[in-house]
């Protein structure tokens, strides 16, 4: 059974602070990993890796996937408050039409002034 | 705004009664995913349709059924509720099959 584990479960920082969110996983027939940022309601799209793109930076977002430790981090630097929401990793296996994402349960991240 | 629509945003009903859910993909996505997001499960896939034929199956529940229309929007449609159905359920949609973009959800609570 795929399975993708996120840690920490929750992480409380001061705005300015540098963190590390990871995700290591374990799946059939591995495409991509992807995060999302998951605030009140919807995940919002962050980033895709896939082996072709194994390093993304967005602003003060960054992730890098390390296929062969089956593991991903993503980092946030100069945190800011409204950085606060959960952080999804999902990964995505078998391709095309039959595509199939499968999330861990997410980051709480919380971001005090 | 990730541009799927989701329909109605909170449903309330109770044990027993039957429910559809409404989903409009974004402009020229094919593919739509359906997920139920709970506080302990997280976020679990239940169902893709692409171009209107069911191409994979997570953990749904008999009970539950989908299809995708013409139009390509979709529906989910939930039967024979339990408390436990009570949940956030989001759709997605995706342009190529690796990205997925969610819509807002619909929160359903079964009384």
């Known amino acids: 059974e795929d399975k993708v584990v996120q840690s920490p479960l929750s992480l409380v920082v001061h705005e300015g602070d540098t963190v590390t969110l990871n995700c290591s996983y374990e799946?059939?027939?591995?495409?991509?990993l992807l995060w999302y940022k998951q605030e009140k309601k919807a995940p919002t799209f962050l980033f895709m890796l896939?082996?072709?793109?194994i390093e993304k930076k967005s602003g003060r977002l960054s992730s890098i996937l390390d296929k062969k430790e089956l593991f991903s981090i993503l980092n946030i630097t100069a945190t800011q408050t409204g950085d606060s929401a959960i952080y999804l990793c999902a990964v995505g296996n078998s391709g095309g039409s039959n595509y199939k994402l499968t999330f861990g349960k997410g980051t709480l991240l919380t971001v005090n002034p | 705004d990730s541009g799927v629509t989701q329909t109605p945003k909170h449903l309330i009903t109770a044990t027993g009664q039957r429910v559809t859910l409404r989903c409009s993909p974004r402009?020229?996505?094919?593919?739509v995913y359906w997920y139920q997001q709970s506080l302990d499960q997280g976020l679990q896939f239940l169902i893709q349709?692409?171009?209107?034929?069911?191409?994979a199956k997570g953990n749904i529940l008999e009970r539950f059924s989908a299809q995708q229309f013409p139009d390509l929007h979709s529906e989910l449609n939930l039967s024979s509720l339990e408390l436990g159905d009570s949940a956030l359920y989001f759709c997605a949609s995706s342009p190529r099959g690796y990205e997925q973009y969610f819509g807002p959800g619909t929160r359903l609570t079964v009384t």
């Open positions: 799946v059939t027939n591995f495409r991509s």
């Open positions: 402009s020229g996505d094919l593919s």
């Open positions: 349709y692409y171009n209107g034929e069911e191409r």
């Open positions: 896939t082996s072709s793109g």
